[in-house]
């Protein structure tokens, strides 16, 4: 089967040839550096000399994270939402005994700055800010170095959601005054699921330093203090995981931060013109369409779910349509191993299967 799923997606062959090494133990000094490299080398991709650190779990440990140990325990945080994941935000937020102030923009729009300005001037008492960056379910990107200035001019921790955008869309930790940005191994960087990562800003980590009753193993102080005295973390990682990370990040120093995104935004070009060929309109509003996944709405008379079905019969498997526009769109997501012979490939299927869907009878 080939892949453009939203994640986990195909590996690069080098991640997955590095995973295949014996363990050694996380107290061990080969582990030691292969710690501090990766982060050393995940602090140049995303420009900060802040903090990094890595998690033994799934993106959504950093969200669990971020409100735990950055917003008071009856404190206010306004989210952002436009789509399913920026809507899992504001659940963790309510689900921690924090308020959630949801702002909620239509579907295949980004964050409007202007309506931004005007929630946090209404709502000065907020603690903090969350931002999808990259919103898998509507394949739209959010213009974060924008929304990100306003946050800052309201002196406003901002919490960033970029687990599928990080690896294919600029990040710039310091320049942009984010105090968390987040992802997951399984998308953009192509290594499999179990790891997480994160910058971390030396703000946020002193408002956690004080934060009552945050818990053991989402907690970025523990992280921070075992990272300077043990170089490892608190509990055991996902040192393969770990590894191919590190095979990556290194491509990606040789080839040039700005030409690995470029792979990428060559790619989602590629994927794009190959849609509007077959004369199919993508959900995104134009100038924010995602580097990572085209949200695609089905021709009259297909269901998404059925093109999702018949492609799987031909070997290549898409992604469904998620929450709200499961029926109405299919998913194409561009992350990963994926090359152009596949990309061709899966175009001339999918032409197939539109005619065979429309086909009478
Ligand atoms: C934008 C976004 N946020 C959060 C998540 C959840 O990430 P994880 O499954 O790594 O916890 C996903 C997963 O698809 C995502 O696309």
Not at 215 to 244: A, C, H, R, V
Not at 256 to 272: F, H, Q
Not at 324 to 331: E, N, S, V
Request: proline content about 5%; hydrophobic content about 40%.
């Amino acid at each position: 089967m080939r892949l453009f799923t939203a994640g986990p997606v195909a590996c690069f062959p080098e991640v997955l040839e590095a995973m295949a090494s014996q363990m050694f133990s996380h107290r061990s000094r080969e582990y030691q550096e292969l710690h501090m490299e990766t982060v050393d080398l995940l602090m140049d991709f995303l420009e900060t000399s802040q903090t990094v650190l890595l998690f033994p779990s799934s993106g959504t440990g950093f969200m669990e994270s971020s409100i735990r140990c950055g917003v008071s325990p009856k404190g206010k945080v306004l989210v952002t939402i436009i789509g399913s994941f920026g809507k899992r935000y504001a659940e963790v937020v309510e689900t921690n005994g924090r308020t959630s102030l949801r702002l909620e923009f239509e579907l295949g729009s980004p964050v409007d700055p202007e309506s931004l300005k005007e929630a946090l001037d209404e709502h000065q008492d907020v603690e903090a800010v969350t931002i999808t960056y990259n919103e898998t379910s509507t394949g739209v990107l959010n213009p974060l170095p924008e929304l990100a200035k306003i946050v800052k001019k309201y002196d406003k921790l901002l919490f960033v959601d970029a687990v599928s955008a990080m690896g294919a869309a600029d990040i710039k930790v310091d320049a942009w005054g984010i105090d968390m940005v987040f992802s997951s191994s399984q998308k953009a960087f192509g290594v499999p699921p179990g790891l997480a990562f994160a910058a971390v800003s030396d703000r946020l980590l002193e408002v956690s330093d004080k934060m009552p009753d945050k818990g053991w193993y989402f907690d970025l102080n523990l992280y921070k203090k075992f990272q300077d005295e043990k170089k490892s973390t608190p509990s055991t990682p996902p040192i393969p995981q770990i590894m191919g990370l590190n095979v990556v990040l290194k491509k990606i120093r040789e080839m040039g931060k700005y030409n690995w995104l470029k792979m990428y935004s060559d790619r989602a070009e590629k994927i794009r013109s190959g849609v509007e060929r077959l004369g199919l309109s993508i959900l995104a509003r134009k100038g924010f369409e995602s580097p990572t996944i085209t949200v695609v709405f089905a021709p009259e008379g297909c269901s998404g779910l059925d093109i999702y079905n018949r492609m799987r019969e031909k070997g290549f498997e898409l992604a469904k349509g998620y929450g709200k526009l499961r029926d109405a769109t299919f998913r194409i997501g561009h992350m990963g191993h994926i090359t152009e012979e596949d990309i061709n490939d899966m175009f001339n299927a999918l032409e197939e299967v539109i005619k065979e869907l429309k086909r009478p009878g």
